[in-house]
């Protein structure tokens, strides 16, 4: 268990987070709308920077008599405490004019849901019982940057849409 006093939680310098690079730019928002479906029209773009804990995990496996280090990093979302592991992360500039939501939850217990969600997918990918020998690397507070679209909808009037920025992943809300 990591001790909350001796966390390895990186703080962002001054009042700034790092924010993951968005792979869904404003510019291409209209052609992932339209990929939706195509009789949605775009009303309004509201710039969202989501807050997460990045987590970086290290540990070392053994095969065909060579030892390797693997790495994972978890994202857990700072307000439900949803996990989910990333690979290939990005940093870049933050969206302009975003809301930016305040975290509602505590660092510890979210390093803890990463722990149990890295350890849980390494079990997997491993094929084994034990998953022993993990370290957390660093962990850092993030903004993950997403798009509330409002839109219309020629049979279903007006709707909201949340799109994730990194994967185009969308959300009906």
Not at 61 to 84: A, Y
Not at 91 to 107: C, H, K, R
């Amino acid at each position: 268990m990591i001790d909350p006093l001796e966390s390895p939680v990186v703080d962002a310098a001054g009042d700034q987070e790092a924010w993951l690079k968005a792979r869904l730019p404003l510019d291409g928002l209209e052609r992932r709308v339209a990929s939706i479906d195509a009789e949605l029209t775009i009303d309004r773009v509201e710039p969202i920077g989501f807050p997460y804990l990045l987590c970086l995990y290290r540990w070392n496996t053994r095969r065909w008599g060579m030892s390797r280090e693997e790495l994972m990093n978890c994202l857990v979302d700072r307000c439900q405490g949803v996990s989910t592991t990333v690979e290939g992360v990005e940093f870049g500039t933050p969206l302009s004019a975003a809301t930016l939501p305040a975290p509602e939850l505590e660092t510890p217990p979210l390093e803890r849901k990463a722990r149990q969600h890295v350890m849980q997918v390494r079990r997997h990918r491993l094929k084994r019982r034990s998953a022993s020998g993990l370290e957390l690397m660093r962990c850092q507070p993030v903004r993950k940057p997403l798009w509330r679209v409002t839109a219309h909808h020629e049979r279903h009037g007006g709707l909201d849409l949340l799109i994730d920025a990194l994967n185009g992943g969308y959300y009906l809300l």
